[in-house]
């Protein structure tokens, strides 16, 4: 998948120890996403991820460096839904634009692959990403009470975001 100085490639193997590394670079993050890609986590999560059927887990580029990590979720064609979630990048690209590139690359892939919606589920907690979410254009639909139960034990509502295909540029 390519984007606007960005790209992505499907996880694998090959990626394992890399993305492990990138993911150890900010140890605290962790604390407010529902799984833990931090040191002591990262191999039992990852593996999460990849076990699941519907997931894609994709690693991504700034140019030619690594940058992070982001999924597509419940990829469900029936429904043409799916949710992009799991992103983490390293704390340097974090504020320069490139969440919006990533963003915009994912979107305009699962639009083309015939999905008509996309969401994003955000821990109530996680304000940055909830502005983040406000500045792409999706609509906030709502608060999931107790949605979860995250890796630390914290019951986490979640704010559910969407874009449809119908609004997107």
């Known amino acids: 998948m390519n984007g606007d100085g960005c790209h992505a490639e499907l996880y694998t193997d090959d990626w394992h120890d890399a993305l492990r590394s990138a993911c150890a670079e900010d140890g605290e993050i962790w604390q407010i996403y529902a799984n833990n890609f931090g040191p002591d986590g990262f191999d039992d999560s990852i593996a999460l991820y990849r076990s699941t059927p519907r997931n ?15 999924s597509f979720l419940g990829i469900d064609e029936g429904r043409g839904v799916l949710e992009i979630g799991g992103t983490y990048y390293r704390p340097k690209f974090r504020g320069t634009g490139f969440n919006r590139r990533v963003k915009d690359m994912m979107l305009r892939r699962a639009f083309d692959c015939g999905f008509r919606r996309v969401e994003f589920r955000v821990d109530e907690r996680n304000k940055r990403s909830q502005a983040a979410m406000a500045k792409l254009g999706a609509s906030r639909e709502g608060v999931m009470r107790a949605d979860r139960i995250t890796w630390t034990g914290h019951v986490r509502d979640t704010v559910l975001f969407s874009i449809l295909k119908d609004e997107w540029k």
């Open 56 to 70: 894609r887990t994709f690693i991504l580029f700034e140019g030619d460096e690594f940058a992070g990590m982001s």
